[in-house]
């Protein structure tokens, strides 16, 4: 509703009594000009918030007929999908449609201009004018969110602070200098690969962020969230996982809440678990924007454990989605979180157990996670820890890596953050736990082959309300 639609400007620091210049130019763009005059805001309509690539569209839209929309349908019939062909969808659906699927930008408006050519010849000479305007603009369409873009590094006032927005010309020294700090509290050692955790400074003249460009996000549901939770290992010698259900009830809260239709598969093998992954590359959907797995187990450098002691390598994982045996989600974000050790596991105190097996090494020649994810574009793999070490888990509370993530993802969603940005936060705030010792630490680690930033619209629903506890006891 346009009530909630103000609420989330308002959360979002887009629309307040002092700056009601994006509602004023909104306003104005549709030509409501008693509402500019009865709520006097008349003086802020001539802000640029609204980028012109989004008014050229609007205006085209509101000049094209009904007539005019049934010969762009037909001339569409084997572009679109049926549901977008159907009477009831507007222009401006059909628009949005074409953005989803890669086909019309502000860069890219030839399928949109040669449509319109001999359906209404004067709209598309309108096209051509914008594009001999704009043809030295940046070639991403971002709009006023530009503002937005975030330094996740930059925080202030602890582990719940969340970041802040960065000088015209951010330095990267901060950002390295951070990550450093994060990696010599678990003893990694100068030069150790770490992929996915220094990413360019962005923001300055060298570097616009237009660049980056966003990957679609506009259908509903967004996707598949598959979440695997191991948690009896009796039968291979590995220990009970106590704890998985707090944090799969979690993200299952939060990645519905996000638009993902969610699945949970409990107590898997590890033929189980690739046959999971195949039957999920299989069935997916090209209407789909996104796809997230989600895996939380017990395991070694490189792999994952089944329930029954067998390792699934995490290269086997991520095979069924590459873009040739999974071309419908070729060019979009494949989402990997995967909840295991690493590494040997340590000795813990009473209530932290490791995500690693009770009495087992890592083989001298363990995959190396560089090598995990294959060099196709597109893929994200978040995972709990670094090679070589372990990640820990409260019995009833969950784990340190799941927690924060389904924790930050709620808090900086709402707030515009793209996916980065928080993991980002999520390393910062991991790196920060300890047992009551003192002595353990944690350090997750994003390795991805994405080429655009992820950023997931904000739910139009209330958030998720989730278990907050500390993960440090009082005694021991």
Same mark, same amino acid.
């Given at each position: 509703s346009a009530y909630q639609l103000f609420l989330s400007l308002c959360d979002q620091d887009h629309l307040s009594e002092e700056r009601p210049h994006l509602l004023s130019e909104l306003l104005s763009i549709i030509q409501r000009t008693r509402l500019l005059?009865? =709520? &006097? %805001?008349?003086?802020?309509?001539?802000?640029?918030?609204?980028?012109?690539?989004?008014?050229?569209?609007?205006?085209?839209?509101?000049?094209?007929?009904?007539?005019? %929309?049934?010969?762009?349908?037909?001339?569409?019939?084997?572009?679109?999908?049926?549901?977008? %062909?159907? &009477?009831?969808?507007?222009?401006?659906?059909?628009?949005?449609?074409?953005?989803?699927?890669?086909?019309?930008?502000?860069?890219?408006?030839?399928? =949109?201009?040669?449509?319109?050519?001999?359906v209404c010849p004067v709209l598309a000479e309108r096209i051509r004018q914008f594009e001999a305007q704009n043809s030295c603009q940046p070639a991403a369409d971002?709009?006023?969110?530009?503002?937005?873009?975030?330094?996740? =590094?930059?925080? $202030?006032?602890?582990?719940?602070?969340?970041p802040s927005l960065p000088e015209e010309n951010q330095s990267s020294s901060r950002t390295e200098a951070s990550v450093m700090s994060s990696a010599n509290a678990v003893g990694i050692k100068p030069g150790t690969l770490m992929l996915g955790l220094s990413p360019p400074p962005v923001g300055s003249p060298n570097f616009p962020v237009q660049d980056l460009g966003t990957y679609p996000m506009t259908t509903l549901p967004r996707g598949c969230c598959l979440i695997i939770s191991n948690y009896d290992f009796q039968g291979s010698g590995l220990?009970?996982?106590?704890?998985?259900?707090?944090?799969?009830?979690?993200?299952k809260k939060v990645f519905e809440w996000l638009g993902f239709k969610v699945e949970i598969h409990r107590d898997c093998t590890g033929k189980e678990i690739l046959s999971l992954?195949?039957?999920?590359?299989?069935?997916?959907? $090209?209407?789909?924007?996104?796809?997230?797995?989600?895996?939380?187990?017990?395991?070694?450098?490189?792999?994952?454990?089944?329930?029954?002691?067998d390792q699934v390598s995490i290269k086997k994982l991520i095979e069924p989605f590459l873009g040739t045996n999974c071309p419908a989600m070729a060019g979009k974000p494949k989402l990997f979180f995967i909840q295991a050790c690493q590494g040997k596991?340590? $000795?813990?105190?009473?209530? %932290?157990?490791?995500?690693?097996?009770?009495?087992?090494?890592? &083989?001298?020649?363990?995959?190396?996670?560089?090598?995990?994810?294959?060099?196709?574009?597109?893929?994200?793999?978040?995972?709990a820890t670094v090679p070589d070490y372990v990640s820990y888990r409260d019995r009833?509370?969950?784990?340190?890596?799941?927690?924060?993530?389904?924790?930050?993802?709620?808090?900086?969603?709402?707030?515009?953050?793209?996916?980065?940005?928080?993991?980002?936060?999520?390393?910062? &705030?991991?790196?920060?736990k300890n047992d009551n010792t003192g002595d353990r630490k944690q350090m997750p680690q994003p390795v991805f082959t994405i080429t655009k930033r992820i950023v997931f619209p904000v739910p139009s629903g209330p958030a998720p309300v989730l278990p907050h506890f500390p993960f440090v006891e009082d005694s021991p």
């Amino acid at each position: 509703s346009a009530y909630q639609l103000f609420l989330s400007l308002c959360d979002q620091d887009h629309l307040s009594e002092e700056r009601p210049h994006l509602l004023s130019e909104l306003l104005s763009i549709i030509q409501r000009t008693r509402l500019l005059r009865d =709520l &006097d %805001l008349r003086s802020s309509a001539t802000s640029n918030l609204i980028s012109a690539y989004r008014k050229l569209l609007y205006s085209l839209s509101e000049d094209l007929t009904d007539d005019n %929309l049934k010969e762009i349908k037909f001339l569409l019939t084997e572009t679109l999908p049926r549901r977008k %062909l159907e &009477d009831n969808v507007t222009t401006l659906e059909v628009f949005l449609e074409l953005e989803c699927m890669d086909l019309l930008s502000k860069t890219n408006l030839g399928l =949109l201009k040669s449509i319109l050519q001999p359906v209404c010849p004067v709209l598309a000479e309108r096209i051509r004018q914008f594009e001999a305007q704009n043809s030295c603009q940046p070639a991403a369409d971002w709009g006023f969110a530009v503002k937005k873009i975030t330094d996740p =590094l930059q925080v $202030q006032g602890g582990s719940d602070a969340l970041p802040s927005l960065p000088e015209e010309n951010q330095s990267s020294s901060r950002t390295e200098a951070s990550v450093m700090s994060s990696a010599n509290a678990v003893g990694i050692k100068p030069g150790t690969l770490m992929l996915g955790l220094s990413p360019p400074p962005v923001g300055s003249p060298n570097f616009p962020v237009q660049d980056l460009g966003t990957y679609p996000m506009t259908t509903l549901p967004r996707g598949c969230c598959l979440i695997i939770s191991n948690y009896d290992f009796q039968g291979s010698g590995l220990g009970m996982r106590n704890g998985t259900r707090t944090d799969e009830e979690c993200l299952k809260k939060v990645f519905e809440w996000l638009g993902f239709k969610v699945e949970i598969h409990r107590d898997c093998t590890g033929k189980e678990i690739l046959s999971l992954m195949q039957e999920l590359a299989d069935k997916s959907q $090209q209407r789909w924007d996104c796809l997230v797995c989600c895996i939380l187990s017990h395991g070694l450098e490189g792999c994952v454990h089944g329930v029954d002691g067998d390792q699934v390598s995490i290269k086997k994982l991520i095979e069924p989605f590459l873009g040739t045996n999974c071309p419908a989600m070729a060019g979009k974000p494949k989402l990997f979180f995967i909840q295991a050790c690493q590494g040997k596991k340590q $000795q813990g105190v009473v209530h %932290l157990e490791s995500d690693g097996a009770e009495h087992s090494d890592v &083989d001298t020649d363990a995959v190396r996670l560089s090598n995990c994810i294959p060099s196709h574009a597109d893929f994200l793999l978040g995972m709990a820890t670094v090679p070589d070490y372990v990640s820990y888990r409260d019995r009833e509370r969950g784990t340190w890596y799941i927690q924060s993530l389904c924790e930050y993802l709620v808090k900086m969603v709402p707030r515009g953050f793209d996916l980065m940005s928080i993991l980002t936060k999520v390393n910062e &705030d991991v790196s920060k736990k300890n047992d009551n010792t003192g002595d353990r630490k944690q350090m997750p680690q994003p390795v991805f082959t994405i080429t655009k930033r992820i950023v997931f619209p904000v739910p139009s629903g209330p958030a998720p309300v989730l278990p907050h506890f500390p993960f440090v006891e009082d005694s021991p």
